[in-house]
């Protein structure tokens, strides 16, 4: 496999659920990210991850809770999320001195029921 | 708070034409960068530009940098229906990338 992968693809989750989203890299890079895109908001930040280092958390509710094993895999674990926490999950990764140089993988469509 | 501001929001047109949309800030910027986003996948980068007054081409696809690096426009010529999807305008702000509101492109045959 190349690029950057997701699974899964689509997720339904009642509140009280607890589900993991799964992002793998095979570009060799060593920073890693979670964005969140919502419907009217641009794409927000959600997490960074420098070397397995978590850099940067911007505000992002407990609910959320990310893990990077090593530098090439990235889990956003959820629990107890809210309706308006439904919305496209995507992960990227680039080279840490090519912030700009981001790639994308094809997201994971959560729906909060 | 940097913001990019896209416009317009949302563009319409027939296969053939001509559009160019734009991605305006407050903010100098030390790069700018473009990205696409098709339906159901993630963005994918387009091209960077870094000097101001900056021209680029990609096929037909043409980025231009403000003088001031504040702004940028993406000209597209002849447009088909495969340019259709989300065109975001991107800045580096403190190691981390932060994204425009958008342009969502639809090129009818």
């Known amino acids: 496999e190349t690029g950057v992968t997701q699974t899964p693809r689509h997720l339904v989750m009642g509140m009280t659920n607890k589900k993991s989203l799964k992002c793998e890299q095979h570009?060799?890079?060593?920073?890693m990210y979670w964005y969140k895109q919502s419907a009217k908001k641009p794409l927000e930040l959600m997490f960074v991850?420098?070397?397995?280092?978590?850099?940067e958390n911007n505000s992002v509710p407990s609910r959320f809770s990310p893990e990077c094993p090593n530098s090439s895999h990235l889990f956003l674990h959820l629990h107890t999320l809210q309706p308006e926490d439904s919305a496209l999950y995507l992960c990227?990764?680039?080279?840490?001195?090519?912030?700009?140089?981001?790639?994308f993988g094809p997201g994971t469509r959560l729906t909060v029921t | 708070t940097q913001l990019l501001e896209q416009s317009p929001q949302f563009l319409s047109i027939q296969e053939g034409e001509n559009l160019t949309v734009y991605c305006n800030s407050s903010?100098?910027?030390?790069?700018l960068q473009w990205y696409r986003q098709e339906p159901g996948e993630g963005p994918v980068l387009l091209v960077t530009?870094?000097?101001?007054?900056e021209v680029k081409k990609l096929k037909r696809l043409t980025f231009q940098f403000g003088d001031a690096r504040k702004d940028s426009s993406l000209h597209i010529t002849a447009a088909q229906p495969g340019d259709t999807g989300l065109y975001l305008c991107?800045?580096?702000?403190?190691?981390?990338?932060?994204f425009g509101t958008g342009t969502r492109l639809t090129v009818i045959p």
């Open positions: 570009l060799g890079h060593n920073a």
């Open positions: 991107a800045a580096t702000g403190a190691n981390n990338l932060f």
């Open positions: 530009v870094v000097t101001g007054g």
């Open positions: 903010s100098v910027f030390s790069s």
């Open positions: 990227a990764s680039s080279l840490r001195d090519r912030v700009y140089e981001q790639y």
């Open positions: 991850y420098n070397f397995k280092e978590q850099t």
